[in-house]
């Protein structure tokens, strides 16, 4: 069992930046891939990032409307990965979910991932 734990939402500015964390529990952190969703109100969770590791190195994927925007990386040591948001924009606004998958290969669908937080709010005002 992996619990996953959201900090680092707010409010803030159309422009401005965000870091959200998510901390795992769970001593095989580093086989999971790792992804951040979004749900804006009144629509559906919708993909985010994701991020793989292995010994030959990360891979990382993101959703057309986030790309040259977010960042996603993690720390294994840490147990926990995050998501830079640069250039924020108000159609960012959502709860922001992290989710950890244990297959290998990165997904971008909802139902690969096996474990999910609680959300973080993030609001950005125009």
């Known amino acids: 069992q992996v619990q996953l734990v959201e900090s680092g939402g707010g409010l803030v500015q159309a422009g401005g930046s965000l870091r959200l964390s998510c901390a795992a529990s769970?001593?095989?952190?580093?086989?999971?891939?790792m992804g951040w969703f979004r749900q804006a109100p009144g629509k559906e969770r919708e993909f985010v990032a994701a991020?793989?590791?292995?010994?030959?190195?990360?891979?990382?994927y993101y959703a057309d409307s986030v790309k040259d925007r977010f960042t996603i990386s993690r720390d294994n040591a840490k147990n926990t990965v995050y998501l830079q948001m640069n250039s924020l924009k108000p159609e960012d606004t959502a709860v922001y979910y992290c989710a950890a998958d244990r297959d290998s290969t990165i997904a971008t669908t909802l139902r690969r991932y096996d474990y999910w937080g609680q959300g973080t709010q993030v609001t950005v005002s125009s």
């Open positions: 769970g001593r095989t952190f580093s086989s999971y891939v």
């Open positions: 991020i793989s590791w292995s010994w030959s190195g990360i891979s990382t």
